[in-house]
């Protein structure tokens, strides 16, 4: 199912030594248990060339792509149309380690010292868009950059924005209408006690869930806040084609 989305070159190319399936193993184990590259298990291919190919497929946006098609096809085998017409916005904060403490930001919101991450997710948590700044960075500033990489990835189906009380204000609602999106705040009742499970918006949190059974994705270990997003890109693709292969042999 993945194969035509990770060869860039011919299956008998003389440069290929090492089999692409091992390749894609071996990046999936450095983000799934946060290894260091060269801490690559003897079974897996050589850190250097596992590395290497990750990174053209990254710089490629192989993976991108990958996702796009894996949300659509689980978009219609749960009874919905392929692009979504509604998206859920949040962000999270990763600490900083000493590798990425160069372009790390203050949260004061949480407290932490580090980066960023901002995400678009579809109603059912499947990944519409992401970017990743430092903490510093105050969501509302992000909201045109994040609604415009929402409707590239839909073909701008999306109508709706589902977001919490940090994205309030005429200027995040002004940067996402330009884009021909329309916020929703969904807020807290006033008189709450204890944990809330608020509608649409738990979907997103849900999917930041997803991402911390990561250990790679846990904190911001990379040099790049490039690498980072497209780390998050790679495990998020990983989850949708675990579903859709459920789903494969269920039929």
């Known amino acids: 199912m993945v194969v035509p989305y990770l060869v860039l070159m011919r299956e008998d190319a003389e440069q290929r030594r090492h089999d692409l399936r091992e390749l894609f193993n071996g990046l999936r184990y450095v983000i799934r248990y ?4 060269r801490a ?3 079974d897996l291919p050589p850190w250097s060339a596992v590395y290497q190919q990750s990174r053209r497929w990254m710089d490629a946006g192989c993976f991108e792509t990958l996702a796009c098609d894996l949300r659509a ?3 219609m085998a749960s009874g919905r149309l392929p692009e979504p017409t509604a998206a859920i916005l949040d962000s999270r904060t990763l600490r900083s380690t000493p590798e990425s ?5 203050y949260d004061g919101a949480k407290r932490k010292r580090g980066s960023k991450l901002h995400m678009a997710v579809d109603t ?3 990944l519409l868009a992401l970017h990743v700044t430092p903490a510093n960075r105050d ?3 992000e909201v045109g950059r994040l609604a415009a990489a929402i409707q590239e990835a839909t073909d701008e189906s999306v109508e709706l924005a ?3 009380q940090g994205y309030t204000g005429s200027k995040p609602d002004e940067a996402a209408r330009t884009h021909g999106i329309a916020l929703e705040v969904v807020k807290l009742p006033e008189a709450r006690r204890g944990f809330v499970l608020l509608p649409r918006r738990w979907v ?3 999917s930041f869930a997803w991402a911390t059974r990561c250990r790679r994705l846990v904190k911001d270990y990379e040099r790049y806040a490039s690498t980072l997003a497209s780390l998050h890109v790679v495990a998020f693709a990983c989850f949708m084609l675990r579903n859709a292969a459920i789903l494969a042999q269920g039929a």
């Open 34 to 37: 946060g290894i260091a590259w």
């Open 40 to 42: 690559m298990p003897n």
């Open 73 to 75: 096809v689980l978009r």
């Open 101 to 105: 403490g160069p372009r790390a930001g």
């Open 124 to 126: 059912l948590g499947h």
């Open 139 to 141: 969501d509302r500033a």
């Open 162 to 164: 589902y977001v919490d």
């Open 204 to 206: 997103a949190e849900r």
